[in-house]
């Protein structure tokens, strides 16, 4: 039984099955991750052409867009040891953070800004399949 089940094509084409179905998984991470960083760079680009454009039509409002960018965006500098040995922070995000420094009329241009640029088809069908995976 054993000799048959070796000599048979089927077995042989197993290998075969395995390598072509992970080659197709890494494509398909590839691309997945390749969409994913082109839509959050669009997201950025949105994001900042807003707070632009809004900053040009209320000039005064520039130390809250100094303090979002200080705040939300900053760069990482030293470890701060206070900040390590704290308990983790809620993540917020560009919105609720702009909104945290000050000015709720900049979270509102955010998120417009940020909701303006649309999720791509491979992305929206991977969220929505993996969102009922874990409710199921």
Sequence with gaps: MLV???DSKMFRAVP??????GVALFLFLILVLAEGSVYLGKVGEARDAAIAQWLNEHPED?????????VCIGSPGEPDVEKIAS???PV?????????????DLMVIIQAAEYSIPVPILLSWLSRTLASVVLL
Excluded at 16 to 21: D, E
């Design 4 to 6: 048959v089940l070796r």
């Design 16 to 21: 075969r099955v395995i390598l072509w179905g």
């Design 62 to 70: 520039g130390e809250a867009v100094a303090r979002y960018r200080t």
């Design 87 to 89: 308990p983790p922070q």
């Design 92 to 104: 917020l995000t560009f919105a609720e953070c702009a909104e945290k420094v000050g000015s709720p």
